[in-house]
């Protein structure tokens, strides 16, 4: 008799994938500059350690807010029994204050459209259970995030359709390739109930553009279907640009109120922009009052503590932090990326030109033996075993082209960082050296045959003859 489930005993998943496995091959060897200086540097892991100080700043300055106290008084009691799944209005509020800071203040959030999750990916899976029936597709571009096979599908049963986008215009979202999704869809025999982006992207740590955004909500708009935006990295865009989200293009095109807005959804978390992922902070934002009303139902799964409310709704309610925060933050991203992109290029490797995110989509194709995905995963398997390094294949965030990797850069310290770039540059130097005697070897046994050929057709042809038989 079966004993387990099919959700067990399947592979669904996707914990095999190359993404999960290199963060197995880093645990059993973590680097650690004192006790482990060898060992494996996690560079497939997208969190921000750089701001924690600031942080730990304002815990100590506001003593109340961690020790569960308010005006002096202790609500230890209050918190430890408050359960509804609603969430604490405080907190919604000022979670609601803090995306519209992020926004540059262009749009506005209604607390009562926040629905509270344990991270992005309660969020995104909760709005799967509420848009799609198991065996229908959510279109993705590519490449995605890897999780979302694991965080769309694997308990909802919903079906990811790659948008394929190419390097040709760096990853951007056509109508072409929009169109030919679609229609693989319907080939498939699966319907289409929308669209999710990660708007900055991951894994490219580029923002979608307007033309993109447009081009989305009007495909949205013709096939009546949803779209969902994955805004988790809105605060970690730092350059000159500013960042712009599916809510400042309903707002431009006049459609806030619209039929249109209702499948329009926002997903957004604290793990990134504030770099607390064990907090467990996700949201989502609806404009469609069933939707918002059955994942507040189906938040009860997944709640976010109230101790934990409390401490970051006095947090985000100080406006002369968070905005003090914010700048920070994205210029410190901006210190740290320009330090991996400067140690990629003096190993003679490049990377897409980004903006945003805690990660560069890295183009390791030179180093390819060959032009196949089987030679990216034993580039890949030399990097996290020989260089020690780990890092995220292209294949694995089902990118079209063999050769790209995703490398995070901000959870780790500059130093240990620069050491990355310097195991990667010697590596480099090696795989270098070692095809131009590979090459050198092969021109001389070739000039050798050559050689050795000629003299063969000179003997046979004078020499060597044998004689006529008469």
Known sequence: MKQLSTKVTSNAHGQDSSYFLGWEEYEKNPYDEIKNPNGIIQMGLAENQLCFDLIQTWLAKNPDAAGLKKDGQSIFKELALFQDYHGLPEFKKALAEFMEEIRGNRVTFDPSKIVLAAGSTSANETLMFCLAEPGEAFLLPTPYYPGFDRDLKWRTGAEIVPIHCSSSNGFQITESALQQAYQQAQKLDLKVKGVLVTNPSNPLGTMLTRRELNLLVDFITSKNIHLISDEIYSGSVFGFEQFVSVMDVLKDKKLENSEVSERVHVVYSLSKDLGLPGFRVGAIYSNDEMVVSAATK?????????????????????????????????????????????????????????????????????????????????????????????????????????????????????????????????????????????????????????????????????????????
């Not at 060959?370 to 990216?376: K, L, R, S, V």
């Not at 995070?408 to 070692?434: G, H, I, P, W």
């Open 298 to 470: 189906m938040s009860s799964f997944g709640l976010v503590s109230s101790q934990t409310q409390y401490l970051l709704s006095a947090l985000l309610s100080d406006k002369k932090f968070t905005g003090t925060y914010l700048n920070e933050n994205q210029k410190r991203l901006k210190i740290r990326q320009k330090q991996l992109v400067s140690g990629l290029e003096a190993a003679g490797v490049t990377c897409l030109k980004s903006n945003a995110g805690l990660f560069c989509w890295v183009d390791m194709r030179h180093l390819l033996d060959t032009n196949t995905f089987e030679a990216e995963l034993e580039l890949w398997k030399k990097i996290v075993y020989e260089v020690k390094l780990n890092i995220s294949p292209g294949s694995s965030c089902h990118c079209t082209e063999p050769g790209w990797f995703r490398v995070c850069f901000a959870n780790m310290s500059e130093e240990t960082l620069d050491l990355a770039m310097q195991r990667l540059k010697e590596y480099v130097e090696s795989t270098d050296s070692r095809r131009l005697i590979s090459k050198s070897s092969h021109e001389r046994i070739k000039s050798l045959r050559k050689r050795t050929v000629s003299n063969w057709v000179f003997r046979v042809s004078w020499t060597d003859r044998v004689p006529d038989e008469r």
